[in-house]
């Protein structure tokens, strides 16, 4: 069914826009006059060459951005809700839609209830959309059609979300303070060096007296900077090309992973992150009714470390040879023992996915301590840094001014 855009007025003179999906533009007319608006202008909307909206998310660069994950989480609590009181898909999709929090979110939702009606399942529907709709996602929904308990993984969908963004708040929120103290003493330091600092040195050299060598350190990094400050800014923005190509290349991203696992205290709330990660998702999918091997396959996709990935990608070819998944998982080296061995534990009392929400309840209590002795310690070292900075740049002018005293 085609979707439409349209400007409109309504009841009070005001203007209305929105979208709207009918068979034809006289449909849509016909639809808009019910709801008594006076439609001034109506297009379809892929027929719009300049600015057209998006109604198909399928661009292989859009990903779920944190907002959109927790319009997703939203939406998807109602829409289990919905079924859960014995609305039919099709009408749940469109009392979703009347309430969509934005336009591209309503725009995709349409899209996914025309596919709906005609007859492709929820789970691949939501797929056309990536960016709003994970491989998870369409998994479990898969997992819930097949089942016939659709609300139900639906409703541990939603929760499964929210406590992701969760996760990834507690990190982000942590490093936000540090993040401002770096670029406010950056713009501090910067605005001394090019600034204040040849205005005092050209004057100490208008004596004519012996620098000391803080004072000669501190004007050529002076004079480098106002000189040849282009070139720095250049330098800085290939430097960060640079490396952003290295990290996204196969072999580079590896090393990168391995590197930030090893790293004091930053590793050990990276590997404690991703362990939450790794044992919630894999409960929910299990939970859902997914089978192993594709369990296994979605969770590591949604890790975000590419050691991990891999460990992962052993554990999955041993299990298709038969094996269990607490064996290579112990034999990887890349999960700590104790997951290894509560996993093994769930596989032989037959209650895994009790298991790993267990696990992921304990390293979820860990993040947090592990963030606050991120905080505790990162706080404190980029505020020694600057002072040291800042403290060298005063010493360096004070230096000759008190040599000229005393002469």
């Known amino acids: 069914m085609p979707i439409f855009e349209y400007k409109a007025i309504d009841g009070e003179n005001k203007q209305r826009r929105g979208i709207i999906d009918a068979d034809t533009t006289r449909d849509a007319r016909q639809k808009l006059k019910r709801e008594r608006l006076f439609v001034t202008d109506i297009r379809e909307a892929r027929a719009r060459k300049a600015g ?32 859960q009181a014995g609305i039919p898909l099709a009408e749940a999709l469109r009392m979703i839609i009347e309430q969509a ?4 979110i309503e725009s995709a939702f349409r899209d ?14 939501v797929l056309q959309h990536p960016a709003y709709f994970t491989d998870l996602y369409s998994n ?65 050299k208008g004596r004519g007296q012996q620098l000391p060598l803080p004072t000669k350190v501190l004007i050529t990094c002076s004079d480098f900077l106002v000189n040849y400050w282009l070139l720095v800014l250049v330098g800085a923005l290939l430097a960060v090309i640079a490396f952003q190509m290295f ?7 590896l090393i990168w992973d391995r590197f930030k696992l090893r790293v004091p205290v930053f590793g050990d709330l990276m590997r404690k992150q991703s362990m939450a990660r790794f044992s919630i998702t894999l409960a929910t999918l299990l939970r859902s009714g997914v089978p192993a091997l594709q369990a296994i396959q979605v969770t590591k996709s949604v890790l975000d470390n590419k050691v991990l990935q891999n460990a992962l990608q052993d554990v999955q070819d041993r299990v298709v040879e038969g094996a269990d998944i607490s064996t290579p998982m112990k034999m990887s080296g890349a999960f700590p023992p104790t997951v290894s061995y509560m996993v093994g534990v769930g596989e032989q009392a037959g209650n895994l996915e009790e298991m790993l929400e267990r696990i992921a309840a304990t390293y979820d209590e860990e993040v947090d301590l592990a963030t606050q002795k991120l905080t505790s310690i990162i706080e404190p070292l980029i ?25």
């Open 52 to 83: 057209a909206i998006r109604i198909r998310g399928v661009t292989g660069v859009e990903f779920p951005n944190k907002q959109r994950m927790e319009q997703v989480a939203a939406v998807t609590r109602q829409m289990a809700s919905l079924l």
């Open 112 to 125: 996914i209830r025309e596919k709906v009606t005609q007859g492709m399942p929820l789970g691949d529907a």
């Open 140 to 204: 479990m929904v898969k997992a819930g059609e097949s089942s016939g308990a659709l609300d139900k993984v639906l409703l541990r969908l939603a929760g499964f979300l929210q406590a992701q963004t969760r996760l990834k708040n507690k990190v982000g929120a942590a490093l936000i303070y540090p993040t401002i103290m770096v670029v406010v003493g950056t713009i501090v330091v910067a605005v001394l060096m090019y600034f204040v600092v040849p205005r005092v040195t050209q004057l100490i």
């Open 247 to 253: 990290i996204h290349s196969d072999k580079g991203s």
């Open 101 to 104: 929090p934005d336009k591209k």
């Open 383 to 407: 505020i020694v840094l600057l002072a040291v900075v800042v403290a060298g740049i005063v010493v360096a002018i004070v230096m000759p001014l008190l040599q000229l005293q005393r002469a």
